[in-house]
């Protein structure tokens, strides 16, 4: 090498250390990921008026685009960028975002805009727009995770499970190990809490973790629950809402959505169903039944109501409900103008709406279910169909003799008034059969078809003016009295009965049917509002663009829409499945919000880790059961939850997945497990829904209708699961209400967790409470004959499925001598106690122990121990 070649080399080093040393930003500084830091600085500060909404954008510059983006940024050169210079301006007229709209940049948020520039200014489309595509799997080499802990076993347990692999990775990155295994009894109590909203028996208890967990998918109770979570999400209710907010029977597709949950029903088939399953070819009457999905929204029956109105408010509620529940989009805010945030237009949204548009629907509906609708009796129930459809085969055979049935009846309608009429004008004063028999006008035949007829029925047919319920009583007595009509009624109300001794109950459910014809027109309604159309433009059936696969033809019909929704060209469905299926193991989602998967959401923790199960849920066939099982059986899920100072510092929400779930339970699991620890659980699955223990007069307060009152029902009724109690929109169950439960006016996917003192007033003081520990009380003491060390200890084991700690069992143990000295003093208070809840006492215990035990037990009830999954 020449000496002036090794000056100028030398040189340029020299020239490139005192570059690197004299920038703060270029030593040492991280690499900007425009997804995880740029675009949410953009979305929340930028977008507002320089986003999507073409409309009310305030100029040309789009920071939505990375072609707009080029306008304001110059990679690499922050001197030439606007985007720079505006965000760092001294000038209120020049500094962006401006001072009045609440929407400054901090310092850090500057910094990172600033590091972005100089690194190049990279641009990635939206991580949730993109198809997700399988990532491949982290190894973990042992010796690069000795310092932070890991022994080989462990090394090799997290090597098992792609969930582990990925979580494993990240927690590396992060200098974190993970905690270690928590012991059997609280991982089986925690699987049977996630997976079946109950806590597990001792048999279950006794088997090895892996049985432990096949037993529990394989169970009613599995079904039960994972339906409960698919019910918030399509908003189902057993009243109308609105002011009026009618009771309305679809508790046979509750049950549909239970057994296709306990048969393990792929998730496509299980959407395609619900959103089409009126469409497919020879659809069966399961399938019809599946497409109640989309009749569960809000009916209206106010006086004055417009129908037009209300079929629009329908319509729009499928759009908002499809695309929250399946695509993890915030359409909805698309209804009025285009997204502020997102790539959605006004004229996408009504688009989409299109698909739901045609149906055979007023918009209206006062008392009963609207049309279209159609029979059902639960699909749980295993009856022999000939019995549903002799029901069937007798109402056709009815409806074919409607017209000429409808013929007869007017006939004899006209000839019994003329009958009466002549009879009337024969007398001067209204006759009874007694005067007639004295009148010389009358002929014999008159006579006698006269003495026939029921006095009441005289009164109606002399009125001319008769409204629809004497019509229905005329319509009644002539069909008593004709031979064919009568035959064909009797042998449908037998069909009945011998269907309903089969504990066949059929409810007319509201389903969706196509329009016959061309399809209904569908247009962009101007601000959202139905009487606005903006008839003009007609506007076709199709998708959003950005999710539409490139070339791709949009889907034709509503069936080709739900099958849209779960093809691998979707980016979204399964990545939006997947998150909420793990929402439901570790209480909150690999994407905090589950409901927004637009760039206003969060991103997701583990973004490979959220595309890896989302592409192993679409290669499985879709199968939910699998994904369960691949969430429960890994070692991220049965990691300890306790929380050390180093996590709670590091990681307060556990997003790093550094220690097992812990979390509330809701208030559905709560009131569960308290009558199943007492054993008054109902095991009977699905049927019409039960009305439990409320307070009296809620209903009075807001309903509309004069002698709406909420009765408790008696018996096995009272005892069954929550996810049966009727649910009315107007007045939600008050229990559930106080735990976070949604309204299910709207569809929610979310999960709202708070503690206040409301919810410890509940378990203080709802007779459901107070009656499970009553009666939990009353098991132990039969059961356990030890002292009172023992039966506390059993207490504590039937309640919350686990042993108690030594310290936890003494201040218990007092507890019961300091209850039992109370109500031996105050021996009314014990008897008011024992009298909580309709179940019976064992009269043959002695009150005061039988109420000091209670007491006890209700304490246990209310133990954060009873109430938290961990």
């Given amino acids: 090498m020449t000496i002036r070649l090794l000056q100028n080399v030398c040189s340029v080093a020299l020239a490139a250390t005192v570059f690197l040393c004299g920038n703060p930003f270029a030593m040492a500084q991280e690499t900007i990921d425009f997804s995880s830091q740029v675009r949410p600085i953009l979305s929340d500060r930028c977008f507002h008026c320089h986003g999507p909404d073409a409309d009310n954008q305030e100029s040309d510059f789009r920071a939505d685009s990375q072609e707009g983006l080029l306008e304001a940024v110059e990679p690499g050169d922050l001197d030439s960028s606007e985007l720079h210079a505006r965000i760092h301006s001294d000038d209120p007229g020049s500094l962006?975002?401006?001072?009045?709209?609440?929407?400054?940049?901090?310092?850090?948020?500057?910094?990172?805009?600033?590091?972005?520039?100089?690194?190049?200014?990279?641009?990635?489309?939206?991580?949730?727009?993109?198809?997700?595509?399988?990532?491949?799997?982290?190894?973990?080499?042992?010796?690069?995770?000795?310092?932070?802990?890991?022994?080989?076993?462990?090394?090799?347990?997290?090597?098992?499970?792609?969930?582990?692999?990925?979580?494993?990775?990240?927690?590396?990155?992060?200098?974190?190990?993970?905690?270690?295994?928590?012991?059997?009894?609280?991982?089986?109590?925690?699987?049977?809490?996630?997976?079946?909203?109950?806590?597990?028996?001792?048999?279950?208890?006794?088997?090895?973790?892996?049985?432990?967990?096949?037993?529990?998918?394989?169970?009613?109770?599995?079904?039960?629950?994972?339906?409960?979570?698919?019910?918030?999400?399509?908003?189902?209710?057993?009243?109308?809402?609105?002011?009026?907010?009618?009771?309305?029977?679809?508790w046979p597709w509750r049950d549909w959505v239970i057994k296709a949950f306990r048969d393990n029903m792929p998730f496509d088939q299980f959407t395609i169903e619900q959103i089409a399953g009126d469409m497919l070819p020879e659809a069966t009457v399961s399938q019809r039944l599946a497409s109640a999905f989309n009749r569960n929204h809000r009916q209206n029956g106010e006086g004055g109501a417009l129908a037009e109105e209300f079929r629009v408010e329908n319509v729009i509620d499928r759009v908002e409900t499809t695309s929250t529940v399946f695509l993890g989009l915030t359409f909805g805010c698309a209804r009025c103008h285009d997204h502020k945030y997102d790539p959605l237009s006004q004229r996408e949204f009504f688009q989409m709406y299109a698909y739901f548009n045609n149906i055979g629907e007023k918009g209206i509906g006062r008392g009963l279910n609207a049309n279209p609708t159609m029979k059902a009796i639960s699909p749980l129930l295993e009856i022999d169909p000939k019995f549903v459809q002799a029901v069937e085969k007798a109402e056709s055979e009815l409806a074919k003799a409607k017209p000429e049935f409808e013929k007869r009846l007017k006939a004899w309608t006209q000839q019994t008034t003329e009958l009466i009429s002549r009879i009337d004008a024969a007398s001067s004063k209204v006759i009874d059969s007694d005067e007639v028999s004295d009148s010389d006008e009358l002929e014999d035949s008159d006579r006698e078809a006269f003495e026939s007829l029921d006095k009441k029925l005289v009164e109606l047919l002399r009125n001319k003016k008769r409204n629809n319920g004497q019509n229905q009583q005329v319509r009644y007595h002539f069909t008593k009295i004709d031979p064919q009509q009568n035959g064909l009624q009797t042998a449908l109300n037998v069909a009945k009965k011998e269907l309903k001794d089969r504990g066949g109950v059929r409810a007319t459910v509201m389903v969706m049917r196509e329009r016959s014809g061309d399809p209904q027109p569908a247009y962009l309604l101007n601000r959202g509002q139905y009487n606005e159309p903006v008839k003009s433009d007609p506007l076709p059936r199709t998708v959003p663009e950005v999710l539409l696969a490139e070339e791709a033809e949009p889907p034709g019909d509503r069936l080709e829409f739900a099958k849209w929704l779960v093809s691998k060209s979707n980016p979204l469905t399964a990545r939006v499945i997947v998150n909420r299926i793990w929402q439901d193991h570790f209480g909150i989602g690999l994407v905090k919000t589950s409901a927004d998967f637009g760039v206003q959401g969060e991103a997701p923790s583990h973004p490979e880790l959220l595309d890896c199960l989302a592409v192993e849920f679409i290669d499985s066939g879709w199968d939910v059961k699998a994904m369960h099982r691949l969430i429960v059986t890994s070692e991220t899920y049965r990691q300890d939850s306790k929380q050390t100072p180093q996590l709670k510092s590091k990681d307060p929400q556990n997003r790093l997945l550094a220690r097992g779930p812990r979390y509330r339970a809701d208030g559905f699991a709560i009131r569960d497990v308290a009558l199943q620890a007492a054993g008054l659980l109902s095991d009977q699955v699905g049927g019409p829904a039960v009305k439990p223990y409320q307070p009296s007069g809620l209903w009075e307060v807001v309903a509309a209708n004069k002698g709406t009152r909420y009765v408790a029902d008696k018996g096995e009724n009272l005892y069954r699961r929550s996810m049966y109690s009727y649910w009315k929109r107007a007045v939600n169950p008050p229990r559930q209400t106080i735990f976070d439960a949604g309204g299910r006016e709207i569809c929610n996917v979310e999960v709202r967790r708070t503690n206040t003192p409301l919810q410890a007033l509940v378990l203080m003081n709802d007779p459901t409470f107070v009656e499970s520990a009553r009666a939990l009380a009353q098991q132990v003491i039969h059961s356990e004959q030890g002292d009172d060390k023992q039966k506390v200890a059993e207490l504590y084991r039937r309640a919350i499925a686990k042993d108690a700690s030594d310290s936890t069992i003494g201040v218990l143990t007092e507890s019961v001598s300091y209850f039992r000295e109370h109500y031996a003093a105050k021996p009314e208070e014990a008897k008011a106690l024992l009298a909580t809840g309709e179940s019976k006492r064992d009269k043959q215990i002695d009150a005061t122990e039988h109420a000091a035990l209670a007491a006890v037990a209700h304490v246990i009830l209310n133990l954060d121990e009873f109430l938290t999954i961990e």
Avoid: C
Wanted: hydrophobic share 35%; no cysteine.
């Fill in 96 to 250: 962006m975002p401006p001072p009045d709209s609440n929407r400054s940049l901090s310092d850090e948020e500057k910094r990172i805009l600033d590091l972005w520039i100089e690194q190049g200014a990279p641009y990635e489309g939206h991580w949730a727009f993109e198809v997700p595509q399988k990532p491949e799997l982290p190894t973990i080499d042992a010796d690069d995770v000795k310092d932070l802990g890991w022994d080989e076993q462990r090394v090799s347990q997290w090597s098992k499970n792609p969930i582990d692999r990925f979580v494993a990775a990240r927690l590396i990155k992060e200098g974190l190990s993970p905690s270690p295994p928590a012991d059997h009894a609280t991982l089986v109590r925690r699987a049977a809490m996630t997976l079946t909203g109950l806590l597990p028996d001792r048999d279950l208890q006794s088997k090895k973790y892996s049985d432990a967990v096949e037993a529990l998918l394989d169970s009613d109770a599995y079904a039960e629950r994972q339906a409960l979570r698919w019910l918030d999400a399509a908003r189902y209710a057993d009243t109308d809402g609105y002011q009026n907010d009618n009771h309305r029977e679809n």
